[in-house]
């Protein structure tokens, strides 16, 4: 069995910082290297749907928004098979038959979800389907046999419940289904991006972001307004690098090239953070910065994505390609699941002849 690639996105909005270094960043890189056998990238609308229910429209625009995130960042089509998770059906089977291995407490017990189920304020109210998304998740990764998920710490509890679904359903009726693991970004720092506000998550309904198409004087707008340190009143106060927005994009992003080319005074990161917490340093130098860090790494992702916004047909037609490919190996998927589960009754030959055999018997 090859090495296979599977990570995708929810169709919420564009692509922000915390998506490229989270993972998308890593696809592009992996998908270059080639050492996987395949890689499968999609667009979980149908997860996006569990909690934007009433307004398929957001869904159904940002579609080419991720799309053209998806290639202006880097991803291949002739590489990686780019497609949308609604139109592969063999997907919403798979989470019916998987359902029936889980309980509702394990779920309930999954720190992701409860995080989820917070920010959302679904407390009192929540929506089956999304209650349900990591089953869902689940099948979207068994049925492409996956080995491999990159993805941010914050998914490994999602993973664990792909896992223990995997597991179980081997155990329950045939070993076709593969265990996963997590690929976590290189970098411990762009594991979790915090927001420009410096709260725990970047995060579109938080309004929190830098978005992967956002221009050049929209990006300093918001990195003019990010969260530092509210103890560094004066230049000369000693700063704190510790949950400092600047600082940890700063880890996340900056090269020691960076410094030769916009603040030669430091060679590295490390020299900064040292003069920054002695005192002598100010916020807007830092941001300053980081402005330029952020906006030479997004130069050839608009660049990109100008071209490819030239020709929307096409993305669409890409997109439609990819979703007939991915078709092709679910399907392939649940046969042999249905096979395991002894309810292919068209194809299972010996069954119809036993049952023959015994109605004539009669």
């Not at 798979?94 to 779920?107: G, P």
């Not at 664990?160 to 720092?189: C, G, H, K, M, S």
């Not at 309904?205 to 004066?234: A, E, F, Q, R």
């Not at 002598?280 to 050839?300: A, E, Q, R, T, Y």
Request: charged share 25%; glycine share 4%; aromatic share 8%.
């Amino acid at each position: 069995m090859g090495k296979i690639i599977l990570t995708g996105d929810r169709p919420t909005g564009k692509l922000h910082l915390g998506h490229y270094v989270g993972s998308l960043r890593r696809r592009v890189q992996l998908q270059n290297e080639g050492d996987y056998d395949k890689m499968f990238v999609f667009m979980a609308d149908v997860q996006a749907l569990t909690d934007n229910a009433d307004n398929p429209e957001k869904i159904r625009q940002n579609i080419i928004e991720v799309a053209l995130d998806y290639l202006s960042a880097g991803l291949d089509p002739a590489k990686c098979t780019l497609y949308i998770q609604s139109q592969i059906p063999e997907l919403a089977e798979l989470t019916t038959y998987l359902m029936n291995l889980i309980t509702v407490s394990r779920v309930q017990r999954n720190p992701t979800v409860k995080t989820e189920i917070k920010m959302r304020n679904f407390e009192a109210n929540i929506p089956l389907g999304f209650f349900c998304y990591p089953v869902s998740q689940a099948a979207d990764i068994a049925a492409f046999k996956a080995t491999t998920v990159p993805a941010g710490e914050d998914q490994e509890p999602m993973l664990e419940v792909t896992r223990e679904l995997v597991r179980r359903f081997n155990q329950t009726y045939a070993d076709v289904l593969v265990e996963p693991n997590i690929l976590l970004p290189e970098n411990a720092t762009a594991r979790r991006l915090p927001g420009t506000d410096g709260k725990e998550k970047m995060s579109k309904s938080l309004g929190n972001c830098i978005y992967l198409s956002d221009d050049k004087d929209t990006v300093w707008s918001k990195v003019k307004s990010m969260y530092t340190d509210p103890t560094h009143v004066n230049v000369s106060d000693p700063g704190h690098v510790e949950g400092n927005a600047v600082f940890t994009y700063l880890d996340a992003f900056s090269t020691d090239e960076d410094f030769a080319e916009f603040w030669p005074e430091f060679q590295n990161l490390d020299e900064l953070k040292a003069a920054y917490t002695a005192g002598g340093i100010g916020d807007m130098k830092c941001k300053k910065l980081l402005n330029n860090v952020i906006n030479k790494m997004l130069d050839p992702i608009r660049a990109r994505r100008r071209e490819y916004e030239q020709d929307i047909p096409e993305i669409y037609n890409i997109l439609k390609k990819g979703s007939i490919a991915a078709r092709e190996v679910a399907a392939q998927t649940m046969d042999e699941v249905k096979k395991a589960m002894q309810i292919d009754y068209f194809n299972d030959e010996e069954l119809i002849r036993q049952q023959a055999e015994k109605f004539k018997a009669k």
